[in-house]
């Protein structure tokens, strides 16, 4: 997954690794994916449990 990110000097991209699970889990359920996106960008999102409704 890839999330627009910036700084005053420049725009970029950050990645975030995703197993297959996570993927077709995210694919899934838009809601699901928009809430994980979210705390990727709050730099909460170490990782992503597919089995916990919370997210990460």
Known sequence: M???ASNQLID???YY???DDE???L???PD???DFADSCRRR???YY???DDEGA
Request: aromatic share 8%.
């Open 44 to 46: 909460e999102a170490g």
């Open 12 to 14: 970029y991209m950050e």
């Open 32 to 34: 699901q994916a928009s």
């Open 17 to 19: 690794k995703l197993s």
């Open 27 to 29: 694919r899934d359920d």
């Open 2 to 4: 890839a999330i627009p």
């Open 23 to 25: 993927y077709h889990a």
């Open 49 to 51: 449990d597919a089995d």
